[in-house]
């Protein structure tokens, strides 16, 4: 098996991984967080919290892998455009996960501070609502950010046919209609975050990726396109 038949099918493993895994995270969490007594249901569903971190860290360093294992391929057809990807979903969105995670993780303690008698109700109670705003503030920068690099990312699929055309337009109108409802729209106020809006609106994103992936790993990239790279650069595929 050559050198870029294994890249495309490690590119697909890590799309089902990532996708698959923020999906369980939203499972995990989306009706803690949309309940009417949080940040106090928290406590008792503490290991939801945890597993949904864990979730999101792990879509985080899957997604991450991807730019780096790709950067060499896509170099070949544009070297700003392929350090962009790297710098926007292997550095700037990584960073914004990670953010996410530790907010998830401090609402554990905050939580059963929460639920116990006392003066420091008050300041729990707050200090859990200003965790969930600043992991809604990371989740809308999320949301700003991996459009920007997967738009890179699906110019160059589509500049080079790579892969079929057709998934790269899917690809850059999904993130498109992501960047307008998952970030711009909660920015502005005008959609609230993890919302069953929000969420659908990231379905078509979803199901992009995942037809994406299959076909890296049963097809692989286009074949007269490797060859045309190979040929430029005289590497050998």
Same mark, same amino acid.
């Given at each position: 098996?050559?050198? &870029?038949?294994?890249?495309?099918?490690?590119?697909?493993?890590?799309?089902?991984?990532?996708?698959?895994?923020?999906?369980?995270?939203?499972? $995990?969490?989306?009706?803690?967080?949309?309940?009417?007594? &949080?940040?106090?249901?928290?406590?008792?569903?503490?290991?939801?919290?945890?597993?949904?971190?864990? &979730?999101?860290?792990?879509?985080?360093?899957?997604?991450? %892998?991807?730019?780096?294992?790709?950067?060499?391929?896509?170099?070949?057809?544009?070297? /700003?455009? =392929?350090?962009?990807?790297?710098?926007?979903?292997?550095?700037?969105?990584? &960073?914004?996960?990670?953010?996410?995670?530790? $907010?998830?993780? #401090?609402?554990?303690?905050?939580?059963?501070?929460?639920?116990? /008698?006392?003066?420091?109700?008050?300041?729990?109670? =707050? #200090?859990?609502?200003? %965790?969930?705003?600043?992991?809604?503030?990371?989740?809308? %920068?999320?949301?700003?950010? !991996?459009?920007?690099?997967?738009?890179? !990312?699906?110019?160059?699929?589509?500049?080079?046919?790579?892969?079929?055309?057709?998934?790269?337009?899917?690809?850059?109108?999904?993130?498109?209609?992501?960047? +307008?409802?998952?970030?711009?729209?909660? +920015?502005?106020? %005008?959609?609230?975050?993890?919302?069953?809006?929000?969420?659908?609106?990231? *379905?078509?994103? !979803?199901?992009?990726? +995942?037809?994406?992936?299959?076909? *890296?790993?049963?097809?692989?990239?286009?074949?007269?396109?490797?060859?045309?790279? =190979?040929?430029?650069?005289? /590497?050998?595929?």
């Amino acid at each position: 098996m050559n050198t &870029f038949r294994k890249t495309a099918i490690l590119v697909g493993i890590l799309y089902i991984i990532g996708t698959v895994a923020g999906i369980l995270s939203m499972v $995990c969490t989306q009706a803690l967080f949309n309940d009417p007594g &949080f940040p106090a249901i928290v406590s008792g569903n503490e290991n939801q919290i945890i597993l949904g971190a864990l &979730f999101v860290l792990t879509m985080g360093l899957a997604l991450a %892998l991807v730019p780096v294992v790709m950067y060499p391929l896509l170099k070949k057809i544009n070297t /700003a455009l =392929a350090m962009g990807y790297v710098v926007y979903r292997g550095g700037l969105e990584t &960073f914004t996960y990670m953010v996410t995670v530790i $907010c998830w993780l #401090l609402l554990v303690p905050v939580s059963q501070g929460v639920v116990r /008698a006392g003066a420091a109700r008050d300041m729990d109670q =707050a #200090l859990g609502l200003l %965790l969930r705003k600043a992991g809604d503030i990371s989740s809308t %920068l999320t949301a700003i950010v !991996f459009p920007l690099g997967a738009l890179m !990312f699906y110019y160059l699929l589509y500049r080079s046919n790579l892969i079929p055309r057709w998934i790269s337009v899917w690809g850059m109108i999904a993130v498109i209609l992501n960047l +307008m409802s998952t970030g711009l729209a909660p +920015m502005f106020g %005008l959609l609230d975050s993890m919302s069953p809006l929000q969420t659908a609106s990231n *379905l078509p994103i !979803f199901l992009q990726e +995942m037809v994406m992936a299959v076909w *890296l790993i049963a097809k692989g990239f286009n074949a007269p396109t490797i060859a045309s790279l =190979a040929a430029r650069t005289g /590497a050998e595929s």
